[in-house]
């Protein structure tokens, strides 16, 4: 149990992390120009930073469950 838990750990830590990247590339796909204009990608951009974070709350928040059912285990 404790090997599944530990991958599972690994696992959506390394997806907080490909969350994280994905987000910091669209913020930075977003220039001040097309902020101040309203450019056509703004929008989607915007929503891509929006979706890629709120994913990496979500691996964040599982990967704390797991460790916190690591941890009970073990104790």
């Known amino acids: ?3 599944l838990l530990v991958i599972l750990i690994v696992g959506l830590s390394l997806m907080v992390v490909v969350s994280l990247v994905r987000g910091v590339i669209a913020f930075l ?7 101040e204009n309203g450019g056509a990608n703004s929008a989607e951009l915007q929503m891509r ?5 709120m994913s990496r709350i979500k ?13 009970a285990i073990n104790s």
Do not use: E, G, H
Request: glycine share 0%; aromatic share 4%; charged share 10%.
């Open 1 to 3: 149990m404790n090997v």
């Open 59 to 71: 691996y964040q928040a599982l990967a704390i469950v797991a460790v916190l059912v690591l941890l």
């Open 29 to 35: 796909q977003t220039t001040k120009v097309d902020l």
């Open 49 to 53: 930073q929006n979706k890629a974070m």
